[in-house]
């Protein structure tokens, strides 16, 4: 190998590596955190934003999500809650899901985009239309186990959903996927 040949070779594996590097630390920082929990804060994968988790056992409900811009020191109360919460930064920081365990037989994926004024998004409810509008509501109206999450992200507008449930329809329990794209809506995964 030439002299130049090998300069760039070299230059070729460092940036490899440092792209897998950065790729990986990227799936780090997407990877879900629960509260209460031994974190109290879970920041967004490029580090511009925090969630902080604070625990209050004197209020009803004893928990709450506060989003922090680390750039501009602002902070919104986002979400608050009784049992527990898994926090899904998508990898590029603009969208995050709050997977909301609100009860025993019950979960609740809320979707939060920026800019974090808007509205969230209950994932939920938009499953539960969603499968009404093609008759295949059964199993969630009529189970009373039902628990619907958000799983992982598929990308920066994407997200993997989950429907598990069981109870009077589905005795033996089922369990099904979908994929939610910000801003379009829902689609069977395939």
């Known amino acids: 190998m030439s002299r130049s040949g090998h300069h760039l ?52 409900p004893a928990h709450t999500l506060t989003l922090i811009d680390t750039g501009s020191g602002s902070s919104t ?22 997977n909301d365990y609100e009860g025993s037989d019950v979960s609740r994926p809320v979707l939060f985009t920026a800019p974090w004024a808007d509205q ?17 509501a059964k199993s969630v109206e009529g189970d009373h186990h039902v628990y619907f999450s ?10 993997l959903c989950q429907v598990t449930g069981y109870g009077d329809v589905d005795p033996k329990g089922f369990t099904r996927h979908y994929v939610y794209k910000i801003g379009v809506g829902l689609r069977p995964r395939r």
Do not use: C
Not at 120 to 136: A, I, M, N, Q, Y
């Open 77 to 98: 109360q986002i979400y608050s809650y009784r049992r527990h919460v898994d926090v899904l930064w998508s990898p590029t920081s603009r969208a995050f899901v709050v």
């Open 120 to 136: 969230p998004v209950d994932l939920r409810e938009k499953l539960t239309d969603f499968l009404r509008s093609r008759g295949e």
């Open 150 to 159: 958000a799983k992982r992200w598929l990308g920066g507008s994407e997200i």
């Open 9 to 60: 070779y070299v230059i070729g594996t460092r940036l490899l590596s440092v792209f897998l590097f950065s790729t990986m630390l990227s799936q780090a920082n997407t990877q879900k955190v629960t509260f209460p929990g031994s974190r109290s804060e879970a920041k967004s994968p490029d580090g511009r934003y925090t969630i902080r988790n604070a625990d209050d056992e004197k209020k009803e």
